[in-house]
């Protein structure tokens, strides 16, 4: 019995291999030993969606899954949501609709709107919402970033 | 904040796992993580030793109907529940009540056998199982016994599961043509745990109604039946009045809510009567009438 143990995991396509403590969860996984900053940790216990993640491509909070959990599995961050450089189509209507400030709950907004429209390509307002609902945001009050959602489900 | 150190088994059979809950004292089963995570980080939970429920796979992973049950193995995700074919067939209160657990990232992890071994009394799962009068599985290492819904939820956080014991299933009767299913609860915000909630499962035949389960949730120590509240529905035929009546009774007679921090217990009595008036008002469209809804 061990209290380090040896993950194999795809992250944003590439494949990594470490051993680490057990009790590592995947968000500090991510952060501090691959240098994957951009998924943020805010409350550390899976009420603000800051640390939103794809898990094989579900939406998961990584502040709840212990690195040891995702072995075998692939993991999408913000960071591997552009293409060839050019940016996501829901990370470019973010910015177009001014749906981020301090950018804090923005990695995690971003992810959990990508598996919302991967499964609902239309959803409605209200949709969008409900699918966002554990994502907390202190800046913007929420309606830009659900219009951004929108227009990124209906590209102009 | 972060976990506290602990040994971590991830064995890879269900016999590989009770036989690590039989040997090692305060070893700690994880499923989805979606309860445990949290007291961990929180270091509210600091058990020595995790065993990772992740790898064991085959039956505990399947949906299948077997006899006049659907059978549902406990590492069913909860995300799955509310969109799996079989299940919103043959027992649609689970997928309802699958819908209200906290968020997307919360369901896409969270697993059916996990919140039930919680056993949270606000937890919507373990009240439709009540409500539709299902089994629960349990392994141990002399084998597999049945506990009804009814008798498996013996207090907060308390389950009927003995040391080397792990839920591996949950048995649901399937829904017949008479069936009908309510489900309703309260929450500050959408995703929050409910101040209360309701899961409803009622038979319509020859105009009255039979077999009326209403369980609630978040409402006493455990999922409560409505024991008044059913009794006074049992072999009448619905209409209105009586439904607010049951509500009634359900709030006044069926709990005793404390008051806590969030909601003073004669709100959450009231918010008793509301998501009952609700779900039954669900499971009996059409018959509604008159009374606060």
């Known amino acids: ?156 | 904040m972060k976990p506290a150190p602990f040994v971590y088994r991830r064995p890879a059979s269900v016999r590989e796992a009770l036989d690590l809950l039989a040997t090692t004292p305060d070893a700690k089963l994880l499923a989805g993580g979606q309860s445990l995570l949290p007291l961990l980080n929180l270091r509210l939970a600091t058990p020595p030793v995790i065993v990772d429920m992740g790898r064991l796979g085959g039956a505990l992973d399947e949906i299948r109907a077997d006899g006049g049950e659907l059978v549902i193995g406990a590492a069913v995700r909860t995300a799955r529940l509310e969109r799996d074919p079989l299940v919103r067939e043959h027992a649609p209160l689970l997928a309802v009540a699958a819908s209200h657990v906290g968020h997307p990232a919360i369901r896409n992890r969270g697993t059916l056998g996990g919140t039930v071994a919680h056993a949270d009394p606000a937890a919507e799962l373990p009240a439709a199982l009540r409500a539709l009068d299902a089994g629960i599985v349990v392994a141990g290492l002399g084998g597999e016994r049945r506990v009804a819904a009814d008798e498996f939820f013996l207090g907060p956080l308390t389950p009927a599961l003995g040391a080397a014991e792990m839920v591996t299933a949950v048995r649901v009767p399937v829904a017949r043509p008479e069936d009908r299913f309510g489900f309703a609860e309260l929450a500050r915000r959408a995703g929050d745990y409910a101040y209360a909630g309701a899961a409803v499962r009622l038979a319509l035949a020859g105009g009255v109604l039979r077999g009326v389960r209403i369980a609630l949730l978040a409402a006493g120590p455990t999922p409560l039946l409505a024991r008044v509240a059913m009794a006074a529905l049992e072999g009448q035929a619905p209409a209105g009045g009586r439904l607010a009546e049951a509500a009634m009774l359900a709030a006044e007679r069926d709990c005793d809510p404390a008051g806590d921090l969030h909601a003073s217990s004669q709100y959450r009595r009231e918010a008793v009567g509301l998501v009952t008036r609700r779900a039954l008002d669900e499971a009996l469209p059409g018959y509604a009438a008159g009374g606060p809804s």
């Open chain 1, 1 to 156: 019995m061990s209290d380090r143990v040896a993950v194999r995991l795809s992250v944003n396509g590439v494949p990594r291999e470490a051993e680490v403590p057990a009790r590592l969860l995947l968000s500090d996984f991510l952060r501090d030993h691959l240098g994957l900053t951009g998924t943020h940790v805010g409350c550390e216990h899976g009420v603000c969606g800051a640390c939103t993640v794809l898990v094989d491509g579900a939406s998961a909070r990584a502040c709840l899954v212990l690195a040891a959990q995702a072995d075998g599995t692939e993991v999408t961050t913000i960071e591997g949501l552009a293409r060839d450089g050019a940016p996501h189509p829901v990370q470019r209507a973010f910015e177009r609709h001014f749906a981020l400030q301090c950018g804090f709950c923005t990695p995690g907004m971003i992810m959990a709107a990508v598996e919302l429209l991967a499964r609902d390509p239309d959803p409605s307002d209200d949709a969008i919402r409900t699918a966002l609902g554990g994502n907390v945001c202190r800046c913007t009050g929420y309606l830009p970033i659900v219009a951004a959602i929108r227009a990124a489900a209906k590209p102009a």
